[in-house]
């Protein structure tokens, strides 16, 4: 199948180093201490953070930090499929540990000790990208209940398909079955805090399509920090500021 025109478009139209629309809401979950809806694309996400908090068990009480928890769902329609997932599979135990180990690597956790914050993200509508997705709603939601970070985390993945280093697979892309490169970094630190790649790339490929999805992740938190500048303006409004 070709991913890419000769005219050199891929089948949603976009060329390949272009990015899918990103849209952002914050307060979408009004009994949580922060929340957004992320979208990238066609692929929507909604993330809610409560905490910091007590330990609700005694045996994961940490002295001398914050315990952070995640917990990944789809809604069952996400996607076209009409097969019900089961709560807790292995893909979705998989994506809560990874955006939980991404997630503690931006959290300042030893200035809320003997506290926890939980996470909870889940799918509205897949369509590729859900993992970055997730991770960048999450962000948002805990800049939205004010947990203290050492710089915003942001994700996004590119390919390798036709030959061509693509940016920001959609679905169809992601299901074709070649290199797919997760990234997440600490723009501003310059730091990358995940990286995830399944098949084989030659190396110097490979060093193209991270470049390209660590861009991605630059145009994201940019995106997200427009997102939190205009959210504050409209607050200040709001109080008469």
Do not use: W
């Amino acid at each position: 199948m070709e991913y890419v025109s000769p005219e050199g478009l891929r089948l949603d139209g976009r060329r390949p180093l272009e990015m899918r629309q990103l849209r952002a809401e914050l307060g979408a979950v009004s009994r949580a201490d922060g929340s957004a809806v992320f979208e990238m694309g066609n692929t929507k996400v909604i993330a809610a953070v409560y905490g910091p908090r007590e330990v609700q068990q005694r045996s994961q009480h940490l002295n001398d930090k914050a315990l952070i928890r995640c917990e990944y769902t789809m809604a069952n329609f996400s996607t076209g499929d009409r097969m019900r997932k089961p709560k807790g599979d292995r893909r979705s135990t998989e994506i809560s540990l990874v955006i939980r180990q991404t997630m503690e690597a931006c959290i300042l956790t030893h200035l809320m000790p003997r506290s926890q914050i939980d996470i909870f993200v889940q799918v509205l509508q897949a369509d590729g990208g859900t993992r970055s997705a997730c991770i960048n709603a999450a962000t948002l939601a805990l800049a939205d209940a004010g947990i203290p970070m050492r710089d915003l985390v942001t994700s996004c993945s590119a390919g390798y398909l036709n030959s061509t280093a693509l940016l920001d697979l959609n679905y169809v892309e992601d299901s074709a079955g070649g290199p797919d490169v997760t990234v997440g970094i600490l723009p501003k630190l310059d730091k990358v805090t995940l990286l995830q790649m399944d098949a084989k790339l030659p190396m110097d490929i490979f060093e193209n399509v991270m470049q390209l999805a660590t861009e991605g992740c630059k145009a994201v938190a940019n995106y997200i920090r427009e997102v939190l500048i205009e959210n504050t303006k409209q607050l200040e409004n709001r109080r008469g500021v």
